[in-house]
């Protein structure tokens, strides 16, 4: 079929659709496309989700300024309320955060979220930023989100080279797929329209596991006419 959306409309719409009504969602540094999914599913069918965000603006209005880091300035001068990051760990350890969209490098079968090194942890080909939140909020938030605008074996692997993290790992989305972590395994959930299960095999390092081969719904006509309202500037493509 030929496709009349762009991958990162399907991600942004694939992850909004994940968000419920009422639930307290927030997005950390460099989260450009879940901060636009999160306005996504607030302007459709989410209207009392709760943003929260890394400057500390409460349901923000505007985004035009966050582009550069997802935490820029506009999230906070447009945002109904504030509440600070120190708090925002705080209600995550006290089971009060429904969603929590976070980031990694390599991701294996068993949930393991790695963004600490690449190789040996003493000698290491590459070093990571580290878990900063994520070692926190993945264990602690009810459900853990991960996009990842790359999928392929280097990133998808039998085993991570380190553990940083891991926990309530629920959705991985990327360009081919979503992953769903379950029975302490990472399952494939669905697969997007414009690829084939054979390519998301190819570029998974390990052994696809699935109930049945599903495909991510495509982007509605209404979805993507409210994000180019919202999202003028395309910031949900930056990280592409």
Known sequence: MVATYRTSDIMTCAISNMLKDGETVFHGVSSQLPMIAMQLARFT???????????????PTSTLKATYSSAGADLLDSGEAYFPLDQLFDLSMRG????????????????????SVIGDYHKPKVRLPGGAGSAVLIPTAKKAIIWRTKHDKRTFVENVDFVTTRGNLWKIVTPLCVFEFKHGLLYLDSIHPHTT????????????????????????????????????????????
């Open 197 to 240: 299960l054979e390519e998301v095999q190819q570029n998974t390092g390990f052994k696809l596991l699935y109930d049945e081969v599903t495909y991510t719904a495509v982007p509605t006509a209404h979805e993507l006419a409210t994000l180019k309202k919202i999202d003028p500037s395309d910031i949900r493509s930056s990280e592409f």
């Open 96 to 115: 009060k955060l429904d969603v929590a969209f976070l980031g990694g490098v390599q991701f294996d079968k068993h949930g393991n979220v790695n963004a």
């Open 45 to 59: 069918h989410a209207p009392d989700l709760v943003h929260l965000n890394i400057p500390g603006g409460v349901n």
